[in-house]
């Protein structure tokens, strides 16, 4: 089946730093979807994003699906930004998502 | 507008029973799928209905089975509990079958298995 693959693992930030994410996936998708989760377990979709750049505030992200990867850009984090962010795809007919592992940020004041 | 609700949000359960999840998707969505979310696995896909039919089914035993009604409501029904069960179990409502189709979760409900 299709791997993702998210990098880094961890990432410690300093309030107000920016930080890239990664996503490589070993297949063509259809679907591609960033997601944060907060400490409560709430995963928040941030972006529907199977190709191309879309921006929203602070994050922004790029999927260039010719090469199979996504990126995630967090500006000016802050605290509030802490959590696990999530690659998710999809390739199939359907809803089915395969997640990557995550990865886990955290923001210091 | 109301978002996807999941009952219970916490629950513990003891080896050899059995529990029901529901999961009451966003008013207009008409599919649902469930995921389960554990520290050594991730996020898995557990299965997917559109419009009362499953469409997916993840990798998981048949002790895992679910449904969905004429209003969209979703069950899923885990039978038999083993401990390795206990896990956080998230739905996710869309509003069509496939395409750009945004995932909406709900806070998800937390089992424990003792």
């Known amino acids: 089946g299709i791997q993702v693959e998210q990098s880094p693992p961890d990432l410690i930030l300093q309030e107000g730093a920016n930080s890239t994410l990664r996503c490589n996936f070993s297949d063509s998708v259809n679907n591609l979807q960033w997601f944060h989760q907060n400490p409560w377990g709430q995963l928040i979709n941030l972006f529907y994003i199977p190709s191309g750049t879309k921006q929203n505030g602070r994050l922004s992200a790029t999927t260039v699906a010719t090469e199979r990867y996504s990126l995630l850009y967090i500006s000016s984090s802050q605290t509030t930004d802490s959590g696990v962010y999530f690659c998710?795809?999809?390739?199939?007919?359907?809803?089915?998502?395969?997640f990557g592992a995550g990865t886990i940020l955290r923001v210091k004041s | 507008k109301a978002g996807v609700t999941q009952t219970p949000r916490y629950l513990i359960k003891t080896r050899g029973q059995q529990v029901t999840l529901s999961c009451s998707p966003i008013?207009?969505?008409?599919?649902v799928s469930w995921y389960q979310q554990t520290p050594g696995q991730g996020l898995q896909f557990l299965f997917e209905y559109f419009s009362e039919t499953q469409r997916n089914k993840g990798n998981f035993p048949g002790r895992f089975s679910g449904r969905q009604f004429s209003n969209s409501r979703s069950e899923m029904n885990v039978s038999t509990l083993e401990l390795g069960d206990s896990a956080l179990y998230l739905c996710?409502?869309?509003?069509?079958?496939?395409?750009?189709?945004?995932?909406?979760f709900g806070a998800g409900s937390r089992l424990t298995v003792l």
């Open positions: 998710a795809v999809g390739w199939e007919y359907g809803n089915k998502l395969v």
């Open positions: 008013s207009g969505h008409r599919s």
């Open positions: 996710a409502s869309s509003l069509m079958a496939s395409g750009a189709n945004v995932l909406t």
